[in-house]
């Protein structure tokens, strides 16, 4: 992950310019935890958990093995039940409601198809237990099929197909019943990394089309953020932080966000004023201060850590002019990524930071190679001043 935060991106205007609901103070959530808490035993997988996501969002739980974020899906779909606090689909307590009840629909990430049956009866499957009528069921189908692109496929069993083909089955077969919520449980963790990648775009697409609310599971930051309208990073039981892609990059609330999306170097001082929402980070002794622009206010001394993303450090073989922070620095490795070289340089105090370029030369004429002593530089506007 750490090697592909420049192609970390927000959606495109339909998502991050006109549709954000979550900051009109008008707009009704669809889903609301309010002050859920759940304990397995002495044990408390979420704690205290407040969080709304609204109608037609791509929302995105992201965190490590264990954080919460299953837990709160399996809540979602009936599954577990909060130990305290409620959850509110489109206005209504769904804790009484039993999952068959519920206008929920959940794609796991076995797809959990039937084997037997053929692609066109996978999908009709929950339609048929609904006893729709055979026009409607027939007609809901094909749109499915047309949907997923799928047609073709429509007589094969699953054995007959591929992997990426059998998780558009199953979510066909997930937004058959036209939900209000689709909840998909690390859907696309057993694709390889290509097909994951192109399958992310398909997954945008079906769901900006059919305008169904989706909230995914997932331990990739990079699809996170490839897929999500907001996302909502975990730790712990606990939300982190709650935003649009591009904010959780860019300006993360904590050192544990910021070192949890993509890759970032973190060092290490105290801060002090030196203008308006300017400060000088003294991050060692005999060292010129860092120089750091927070709108977040820090009192004199008050311990910091300043994390800048790889991409916006810049290596030279001279000290930069005019440069509002440059450091000497030794390269001991340098990682090359085809597109990307990402340079491992030892500057003073033995603080290691990294360094991005693009590869727009030939490998053989890269300027820089292992032990050359370098210039680091970036702006002060760069990096951001996090408190903890």
């Not at 198809?113 to 729709?132: C, K, Q, S, W």
């Not at 192109?198 to 169904?212: R, S, V």
């Not at 300006?251 to 993509?262: C, E, H, K």
């Not at 910091?304 to 000497?328: D, G, M, Y």
Request: include cysteine.
């Amino acid at each position: 992950m750490a090697d592909t935060a420049p192609k970390m991106k927000p959606k495109p205007a339909a998502h991050a310019g006109v549709f954000e609901p979550w900051n009109d103070p008008g707009a009704k959530p669809l889903i609301q935890f309010q002050n859920v808490t759940k304990k397995f035993g002495d044990f408390t997988a979420i704690e205290d958990l407040t969080l709304d996501i609204f109608e037609r969002e791509f929302f995105a739980l992201l965190g490590p093995s264990g954080c919460g974020k299953t837990t709160m899906m399996r809540m979602l779909a009936g599954f577990e039940k909060p130990t305290s606090g409620q959850i509110m689909l489109a206005g209504q307590d769904i804790d009484p409601i039993p999952p068959n009840k519920r206008a929920v629909n959940m794609m796991f990430q076995s797809y959990a198809l039937f084997p037997h049956l053929t692609v066109y009866e996978n999908i009709a499957f929950g339609l048929r237990r609904d006893r729709m009528p055979k026009a409607d069921l027939e007609g809901r189908v094909h749109e499915m099929l047309r949907l997923t692109r799928l047609e073709r496929f429509s007589g094969r069993k699953p054995h007959q197909i591929s992997g990426g083909q059998r998780q558009r089955v199953a979510l066909a077969r997930s937004l058959a019943k036209a939900p209000k919520l689709l909840l998909l449980d690390e859907p696309l963790g057993a694709l390889d990394k290509k097909l994951r990648q192109d399958t992310q775009f398909e997954l945008m697409d079906i769901q900006e089309k059919t305008g169904t609310t989706f909230v995914i599971v997932t331990h990739d930051q990079e699809e996170a953020m490839t897929v999500a309208s907001r996302v909502a990073v975990m730790n712990d039981g606990k939300l982190m932080q709650v935003a649009t892609p591009d904010r959780i990059y860019e300006t993360p609330n904590s050192v544990y966000v910021a070192d949890f999306i993509g890759d970032v170097n973190i060092i290490e001082g105290k801060a002090t004023a030196t203008g308006d929402e300017t400060y000088g980070v003294d991050w060692g002794e005999g060292r010129a201060p860092l120089v750091a622009k927070s709108a977040r206010p820090f009192s004199d001394g008050q311990a910091c850590h300043l994390a800048i993303r790889p991409e916006k450090v810049a290596i030279s073989a001279e000290r930069p002019e005019e440069a509002a922070n440059a450091v000497q620095g030794k390269i001991l490795d340098i990682a090359y990524l085809g597109n990307l070289s990402t340079y491992h340089v030892e500057i003073a105090g033995g603080t290691i930071v990294k360094a991005q370029t693009a590869n727009t030369r030939r490998i053989a004429r890269r300027s820089f190679t292992w032990e050359d002593t370098v210039w680091l530089s970036w702006t002060a506007t760069a990096g951001v001043l996090l408190a903890e």
